[in-house]
């Protein structure tokens, strides 16, 4: 990576410029970034947001969701953003906060929890696979994380989960759809033993959650949401395969005494409480966004993005199967796919790739490629020539 030049800090100008000028300096130094039309963004789990959730957002830019008592109608558009992601969920009743995402909704998870627990239960179950963000979580609630190894199909191994419960269990954490390889958990087998110990059960499916109801019936698998009696909370964002703007998250709760744990009273606003979540003042034009962005794609909407998804998906694994020196770490179950190689260390792959401009998402054993809405066929076709033509020229030069 080049080293960025050292320039002089900016000052605020004394007289403020034409919005011609801004606007031509932004778009010079901005239009270098990596932009999801051009299908470079290969390795993330954002993508373009919905041109008409787009909209919508610039239009209630204005509005707080952090004095409930200035914008109730704003609150209540909430509450139905969070009632049709709950329905999607399987409890249309649940309650929750649309967040900014994946990281707060796991976070205010895991504060719930523990706020709910007497203060001995300290410690967290869950998957090594699990996202950063519980790290954060762990480090600012003071919990403790029991990083639990996976089985051999990269899902967290439940009989370990069971021998790593004791009295000072707080929760247990199951993931639909990881970060590193879009892997379900067993959500029934965690379910049942949550239940059997009275634990907290939280399911991150920030990723997975905008997925996994819309696959076709032969490729779904075993339940992970509030159909299983013994989930307590799911994490899922709107800004990932959802459609919504950036920020965008989700927490949703079976019980609703659960938020009122985490709700802080204050008598000066105007509506006299604050909401549930993180911050104080709270775009409310994200809740928005997502209410619009659900009304407008509906079932219908959703099942046809991630089954374009799934057969480029399909299709990018039918692929590398066929490219010597280049294997899968598993058969994807959703539209991430891991990419190892035997032969070539897998940082250098990386790198060789990026240099061709694909930014591709590194992990200690493998790259990871999610194939998110905005790739298009011509993006596969093109990264598999340059993945043929990079292994080509390695196995040649090693001959
Ligand atoms: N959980 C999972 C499974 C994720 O993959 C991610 C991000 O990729 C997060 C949580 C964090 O989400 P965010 O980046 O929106 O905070």
Same mark, same amino acid.
């Given at each position: 990576m080049k080293n960025t030049p050292i320039s002089k800090p900016k000052t605020l100008p004394k007289k403020g410029l034409s919005r011609q000028k801004i606007i031509k300096q932004l778009s010079k130094r901005l239009g270098k970034d990596f932009t999801y039309d051009s299908g470079r963004i290969v390795g993330s789990m954002c993508t373009n947001p919905n041109r008409f959730a787009r909209f919508v957002?610039?239009?209630y830019l204005e509005k707080n969701l952090g004095d409930l008592g200035l914008f109730p109608n704003t609150a209540q558009i909430e509450k139905e953003a969070i009632q049709m992601l709950g329905s999607l969920l399987a409890l249309p009743q649940a309650a929750g906060n649309i967040v900014s995402g994946g990281t707060e909704a796991n976070i205010l998870a895991l504060w719930a929890a523990r706020n709910s627990a007497i203060p001995e239960k300290d410690e967290i179950v869950l998957p090594e696979t699990a996202h950063f963000c519980f790290d954060k979580a762990a480090d600012l609630l003071r919990l403790k994380l029991i990083k639990i190894r996976l089985n051999g199909n990269f899902q967290v191994d439940c009989k370990e989960v069971k021998n790593a419960i004791n009295q000072r269990t707080l929760a247990i954490v199951g993931i639909a759809g990881t970060t590193d390889l879009g892997v379900v958990d067993p959500i029934p087998e965690l379910a049942e033993i949550a239940l059997a110990n009275n634990l907290h059960l939280h399911i991150d499916a920030a990723f997975g959650g905008f997925v996994l109801p819309f696959l076709k019936n032969n490729c779904r698998?075993?339940?992970?949401d509030f159909r299983l009696p013994g989930v307590s909370s799911i994490t899922i964002d709107p800004h990932k395969m959802g459609l919504a703007p950036i920020p965008a998250g989700a927490i949703l709760f079976r019980n609703a005494e659960l938020l009122k744990k985490i709700q802080t009273n204050v008598g000066y606003l105007a509506g006299g409480e604050s909401p549930q979540t993180m911050l104080g003042t709270?775009?409310?034009a994200s809740a928005i966004a &997502?209410?619009? &962005?659900?009304?407008?794609m509906g079932t219908k909407g959703y099942k046809k993005v991630v089954r374009g998804c799934m057969a480029l998906t399909?299709?990018? &694994?039918?692929e590398i199967e066929t490219i010597p020196g280049i294997n899968l770490v598993t058969k994807p179950a959703i539209n991430v796919i891991g990419i190892r190689s035997d032969l070539l260390n897998i940082f250098e792959l990386a790198n060789l790739l990026r240099r061709k401009g694909w930014a591709v998402a590194l992990f200690p054993n493998h790259i990871r490629i999610v194939i998110m809405p905005h790739i298009r066929p011509i993006h596969i076709t093109l990264m598999i020539r340059d993945l043929k033509s990079i292994m080509r020229k390695y196995l040649k030069k090693g001959r």
């Open positions: 957002y610039a239009k698998m075993p339940n992970f709270k775009p409310g &997502v209410w619009s &962005v659900l009304k407008y399909q299709r990018f &694994v039918e």
